[in-house]
């Protein structure tokens, strides 16, 4: 098999960073620039406007946002279209092969996550808390449990359905939802990892649970942080 010379060209610009025909090397030209993962991140549940990426990554300026779309456009990542009337607002979307980018950001957050430095007390996007729902769902919990859960998430809804170690999630509200749960991203964690009852989240306001509340309970069960690493002392000079 002949192999094509390509020319010294990447997705930015022309720039290549590392010189190196690794493919984790051209992965890391492609999405490795700050923020550009995470705009795909926020993009795995469907189409996004402007704004809408801008209030899930509130750290990044509407500037440099700007050429990251561009330069994930240009690599063939992200396509933009136009929604027609009566909305008729530009959205940005992955195209199919920026959808198989999602086991590399599934595998890269599992990695992370191992590590004692993560901080659950910062930033957490309501499309982190959905995609998390589907990358730590842990298959023997929910065995045998079936179900459809709407999510409400300061004011935007999502779906979750189970059934049989299976799941799915989707950004909008699903009809005949078993139960509905309803609060700020980063006010599930301490229920869904922390040991914290979901009666006591609802008495201080944090999280309401409606429809079938044992399932509810039950749901935000189904989840497990991986373990972290062992960091051996350090060994003095």
Excluded at 163 to 187: F, N, Q
């Amino acid at each position: 098999m002949k192999l094509e010379k390509v020319t010294n060209e990447s997705c930015e610009g022309g720039r290549r960073w590392y010189n190196d025909a690794c493919g984790t090397a051209l992965g890391m030209e492609l999405v490795g620039e700050r923020w550009s993962l995470l705009i795909v991140r926020e993009l795995l549940l469907g189409p996004r406007r402007f704004g809408e990426l801008r209030a899930g990554l509130p750290g990044l300026s509407a500037n440099v946002l700007t050429q990251r779309l561009a330069g994930l456009e240009e690599a063939g990542i992200l396509e933009r279209h136009r929604i027609p009337p009566p909305a008729n607002v530009q959205v940005y979307a992955l195209t199919p092969w920026g959808l198989e980018c999602e086991p590399v950001v599934f595998g890269l957050a599992r990695w992370a996550l191992r590590s004692p430095a993560h901080d659950p007390l910062l930033n957490f996007s309501a499309v982190s808390l959905v995609l998390l729902f589907k990358m730590l769902l842990v298959r023997e919990r929910a065995a045998g449990f079936t179900a459809t859960v709407a999510i409400r998430l300061d004011g935007e809804d999502y779906g979750v359905a189970l059934a049989d170690g299976a799941i799915r999630v989707w950004r909008g509200k699903p009809e005949d939802a078993d139960a509905t749960i309803e609060g700020s991203p980063g006010k599930f964690l301490p229920v869904m990892f922390g040991g914290r009852p979901l009666a006591d989240a609802e008495a201080m306001g944090d999280l309401r649970a409606s429809g079938d509340r044992a399932l509810a309970e039950r749901f935000l069960g189904l989840f497990a942080l991986p373990p972290k690493i062992a960091i051996a002392p350090s060994m003095p000079d």
